[in-house]
């Protein structure tokens, strides 16, 4: 079929992988409302539909054969190891499985220096990755008493185990098969049954299915082509890679750092683009249902991963990163963040790194990811701080109307965290660590310099004179939660309550 898309590669100046995704997201709407209208009845249609229009997509359109194979052995091996495996370590071996298998693509893509306009298996393989593992727990969990479990793991434990059909269904459940959304075996089932939509039927229709799911879900696909056209458009001269060109130097300071924001922003565009398109296919075959509004209207967030206004305009960097990649947040925190705890005990410094690692391997091998991860690990600090000793000086009391010094703080929030998202963001792009480095240092630090003053002024007594000012105000500073964003690597004073802890544990035994 490439005959049909190198013509508008050529013309529209894009990859053919890229024409290739992008149609395959187009034609999933379509294919979307023909899937929601398979009667209740025929389940196994339901099944076999997404298994055949994953096919479709895989061989036929992207030429993925091999792909297609590699992902039918991860999911029929996930299916005979959670069905015959019955100890506590099923979980951690399908993990194992699928994740080993993820990295040795990983570094496939990596020997052959493939670009990031290139689709290959790496994708849609993390998108199954996490939908694998989830299961596993989920059926591990349907095996455990319901008194050890907590609500999420009750909502979705597994106690009747699947077909092989139902399976495969759910594996290559097609709006998401190639970038998403990831979901639990349990919602996907309550889309199969529509039990998703009990006791929410229509007025106008003799189905349980709400209105309003069109209206939300072409929405979606015209936010989609919107961020596409943006992308296509102006990414040719707007990308993080312009930093390192000999232009880019001959403009002055500012210019280059207005530019590089404007850069980023068109960088994310093409995820915008990609995950708003799919969340539109997914919720034209049902999924993501969330309720009614306060007027009446349906609601259709489930499927969202991502919030763009929340990312481009965030009151702060922890808004920012629970509004990105929402699903990957989700998997790290249940089937990672929460598991590697043990029972009893709150998470703590070990579950946080376990967490980064398993994220950071999952993304891949190339430095800049964990240039990325490294950093953002003094961005959450950072955050914390200034939550802990500005905000509670700047909030007005209960009740009162909001202050100009809190409009001034929270404007200030969102200028300073997108600064510092394209900064850290930048090696995520890059991927190499001499381009990642050149971009930083042509752009003077600033990243490092804003971050470090600010951890600096307050490990320097900067903490205590805020916190004596609050008590002289009588200010009370909230509890600061850790920030329920899995990406990026534990806040460095949790490392430190770690180390201190490990330290007295190491002189208890000392001294006995």
Not at 133 to 160: I, M
Not at 166 to 178: A, D, K, R, T
Not at 321 to 338: F, G
Not at 404 to 418: A, M
Request: contains cysteine.
């Amino acid at each position: 079929m490439d005959a049909l898309f190198v013509p508008l590669a050529s013309a529209i100046g894009a990859s053919v992988d890229q024409i290739k995704l992008i149609s395959c997201l187009l034609i999933a709407c379509p294919l979307g409302s023909l899937f929601i209208r398979i009667p209740v009845s025929q389940p196994n249609l339901k099944h076999l539909f997404n298994l055949l229009v994953s096919l479709f997509f895989f061989i036929p359109v992207l030429n993925l054969s091999w792909g297609f194979v590699q992902l039918l052995g991860s999911v029929l091996g996930t299916y005979y190891i959670a069905a015959n495996v019955k100890g506590p370590n099923m979980p951690w071996i399908v993990f194992a499985f699928v994740m080993g298998h993820l990295t040795v693509n990983h570094v496939i893509r990596a020997f052959y220096n493939l670009s990031y306009e290139t689709f290959e298996v790496t994708g849609p393989q993390m998108v199954l990755t996490m939908k694998l593992t989830t299961f596993a727990w989920n059926v591990w969990d349907g095996r455990t008493a319901s008194e050890n479990l907590d609500k999420w793991q009750l909502q979705k434990r597994v106690t009747k185990y699947p077909t092989l059909l139902e399976f495969l269904g759910y594996s290559f459940y097609f709006p998401g098969v190639l970038v998403g959304p990831y979901l639990d075996y349990a919602s996907y089932m309550s889309l199969i049954d529509e039990s998703l939509f009990e006791g929410k039927r229509s007025p106008s229709s003799t189905r349980s299915i709400p209105n309003g799911r069109k209206r939300v879900a072409y929405r979606k696909m015209l936010t989609g082509l919107v961020f596409l056209g943006i992308f296509v458009v102006l990414s040719p001269s707007f990308y993080y890679g312009i930093v390192i060109t000999p232009w880019f130097m001959t403009q002055g300071f500012l210019y280059r750092i207005a530019y590089f924001q404007f850069s980023g922003f068109i960088e994310r565009s093409k995820y915008y683009a990609i995950w708003t398109l799919t969340e539109g296919a997914s919720i034209l075959t049902g999924l993501g249902f969330t309720g009614y509004g306060p007027s009446g209207e349906s609601t259709w967030e489930g499927a969202a991963n991502v919030k763009i206004l929340e990312i481009e305009l965030p009151s702060n960097f922890k808004v920012l990163l629970d509004s990105w990649n929402i699903n990957t947040n989700i998997w790290l925190r249940e089937c990672i963040y929460k598991r590697v705890t043990p029972k009893g005990k709150k998470p703590g410094f070990r579950s946080s790194m376990l967490t980064f690692a398993t994220s950071a391997f999952w993304h891949g091998i190339a430095t800049g990811y964990y240039l990325t991860f490294f950093f953002g690990g003094f961005i959450t600090t950072a955050g914390r701080l200034c939550r802990a000793n500005l905000r509670p000086l700047v909030l007005p009391p209960p009740g009162a109307p909001t202050t100009i010094t809190k409009r001034i703080y929270d404007l200030t929030g969102t200028f300073v965290s997108i600064l510092i998202l394209n900064y850290v963001a930048a090696p995520f792009m890059l991927l190499t660590f001499t381009d990642s480095i050149e971009v930083w240092r042509r752009l003077h630090w600033y990243g490092f310099w804003m971050i470090g003053s600010t951890l600096t002024f307050f490990w320097l007594g900067g903490s205590g004179f805020m916190k004596a000012l609050q008590k002289k105000e009588g200010k009370v500073a909230e509890k600061v939660v850790t920030p329920e964003s899995h990406v990026m690597p534990p806040p460095l004073d949790d490392v430190a309550e770690e180390l201190k802890d490990l330290q007295q544990r190491m002189e208890r035994v000392g001294r006995a």
